[in-house]
């Protein structure tokens, strides 16, 4: 069977989607308005699901991650009620957050190729 469309790789898309969703029209936490969901991840036996974001338009990142891993932490329960009444699933994965700093490694490493490639010349 092809990874793009085993079992827990869809789940893990559609939980995803759901979580954006909850997040743009049901959520009241100001924490959170800035929250963009970049991925998801879920075991083999679907019993825990690894949510990946990142903020929008916030300076200090590492203060704002802060706040919004708490706001995720103290809402977890009504994401995971949330997303088994709309995904009908036998068993609602447990949902861990963790903020995803690939972009802001990425934008590193491209200041350093961009100093390194300039140094020379």
Same mark, same amino acid.
Not at 36 to 41: A, D, F, H, P, Y
Not at 75 to 80: I, P
């Given at each position: 069977?092809?990874?793009?469309?085993?079992?827990?790789?869809?789940?893990?898309?559609?939980?995803?989607?759901?979580?954006?969703?909850?997040?743009?029209?049901?959520?009241?936490?100001?924490?959170?308005?800035?929250?963009?969901?970049?991925?998801?991840?879920?075991?083999?036996?679907?019993?825990?699901?690894?949510?990946? $974001?990142?903020?929008?338009? &916030?300076? =200090?990142?590492?203060?704002?991650?802060? !706040?919004? @891993?708490?706001?995720?932490?103290?809402? *977890?329960?009504?994401?995971?009620?949330?997303?088994?009444?709309?995904?009908?699933?036998?068993?609602?994965?447990?949902?861990? $957050?963790?903020?995803?700093? &690939?972009? =802001?490694?990425?934008?590193?490493?491209? !200041?350093? @190729?961009?100093?390194?490639?300039?140094? *020379?010349?």
């Amino acid at each position: 069977m092809s990874e793009e469309i085993n079992r827990p790789n869809r789940v893990a898309l559609e939980i995803r989607k759901t979580l954006m969703e909850i997040l743009q029209r049901e959520t009241k936490d100001p924490r959170l308005e800035k929250v963009n969901i970049t991925e998801c991840k879920v075991s083999k036996d679907l019993s825990i699901a690894t949510v990946y $974001f990142t903020l929008i338009g &916030v300076n =200090e990142q590492e203060a704002a991650a802060q !706040d919004a @891993i708490a706001a995720l932490a103290k809402a *977890k329960g009504f994401f995971r009620t949330e997303i088994g009444k709309r995904m009908h699933l036998r068993l609602t994965p447990e949902i861990r $957050f963790f903020y995803d700093t &690939v972009a =802001e490694n990425a934008s590193h490493i491209e !200041d350093l @190729i961009f100093k390194a490639l300039y140094q *020379k010349q």
